[in-house]
């Protein structure tokens, strides 16, 4: 069952949560109490006048009846998805019609035994027990479990009623009165547990903040830690929040975050992701704070409506370049360039926005590869150019426009450039295998023109490459096709798409489970060393 902080009650993750824990509490209790009915009668036929008949006694009736209703729970949920006034509808009928159930029992039990004793225990166990699993608010568990124990004080004075007097029986009214005692102390048991978890999960929620910040959602993971959707408190405009793992915070990881992000906020091409902020918890958690995009990666894209026209290929291509040429021009290799590490969104009325996110794994040009990297196979193999494979510390910005051709190349084809069922398979086709051409694999026409700039990224010798990003740019924008994707079709597949996009955005409602709680700390922000 999913775990719950505290979100609205319109919400629809309270809905899922709501659904999922009554449905498992009902398929939970039935399994119980259908196989406690099984073997207790099953044992019951060993006594030498135990007959078939007794499985169908009123008191067995009433035990199949309250497994019924908790089979008859879990089906309901499970069938189709249920509206929060249903769920809280079936768990209010339902936890009643057991309870009563199990109260009831107490009437078809011999009154010497005391069975109203056991009976409300039962009814007292599953009422604790339903505080505990199923979310409600501890005014809502009084009054549910108030009535719910109604049945089993009748009971208690039914089965008395009926006793024949003796020298050890109490006066008859001492019987419900005990046993409404029981239920007093029980309901005030169920309504505790539900206050002090419902408590629980809203500090939970509490310690999900970060500052000003409220995170949300954890929509990915990069290069160099996780990422959530977060909220400004004051501004309220939705962020986008790194955090460095406990698992990473080794030395090595500090520096390559805190590289990341000071190199990055260097950068201010449009399609740059900006950073806004960045800093540590007084726990040591390294965060920073950047623009959120609402929209897709260019995987996503692709998976979901399949290959790009050639004119939209080359306007997201040329955009990707453009925040290239900048970085290049202050040193920068990104090194992982793939469609998941370039998204597309919308700004300020401008459809088709590319925004090239991750610099995690960057590398800064004239710099000791050991402060950057250790000496490793650094990128995602899919992209990786020759040289990334062969000598990863002589890398220069060819390197990243390798990998923009393979980007290209699945944009048009919706397929990788080089596929294998190992790493090693995929890295030796980047060293030795030639590509097929987008049209050979596709088996259609595609412009020529934009193949041979495409094919000119993916050649093996850095050299036979465009010189930059910049004259990449001018070859894409010499393409015949260059014109055939405008603002107006870009606005036009946006407004068809867009819903798409906002369903498939984290809510800030559904806080995940971070590191502990945080608060921002100034400290560390004039270039301090991490520590």
Known sequence: MPALTDVPRSSEEWRAFLQSRVAGFGRTLAAFVLGFYVFANAAAMLHPLATWGDWVSPLNILVLSAGGICAAVWLACKMRQRSTTELETIDAIATIATGSCMGLSSIYGPAVQRPELSAIMGVLIFLILRAIVIPSEGSRTTILSGITVLPAIYGAYECHRRELPAPYTLPLPLYPALTAVWAGLGVVAAALASRTIFGLRKKASEAQKLGQYTLGAKIGEGGMGAVYRASHAMMKR??????????????????????EVQLTSRLNSPNTIAIYDYGRTPDGVFYYVMEYIDGF?????????????????????????????????????????????????????????????????VKELGTDSASTTTASLTGTPLYLSPESITAPDSVDGRSDLYAVGGVAYWLLTGTHVFAGTTVVEVCSHHLHTK????????????????????????????????????ALAHALDACESVDEWSADLASAWWEVHKREADEARPKISRPSRLPGPVAIDLHGRDGEEPT
């Open 238 to 259: 939705d962020v986008a929040i790194k955090l460095l793992p406990a698992d990473r915070a080794g030395k090595d990881g500090l520096v390559r975050f805190e590289r």
């Open 435 to 470: 590509p097929e051409s987008p049209s050979a694999r596709l088996g259609e026409s595609l412009p020529a023109d934009l193949e041979t700039v495409i094919l000119r990224c993916l050649e093996k010798d850095p050299a036979k490459r465009h010189p930059n990003a910049d």
């Open 297 to 361: 990666s260019l995987e996503d894209l692709v998976t979901r409506f399949g290959p790009l026209p050639a004119g939209r290929v080359i306007h997201l291509a040329k955009q990707i370049c453009a925040a290239l040429a900048e970085a290049h021009s202050i040193g920068l290799i990104h090194r992982d360039i793939k469609p998941a590490n370039v998204a597309l969104c919308e700004r300020a009325g401008v459809f088709d926005v590319v925004k090239v996110l991750d610099f995690g794994l």
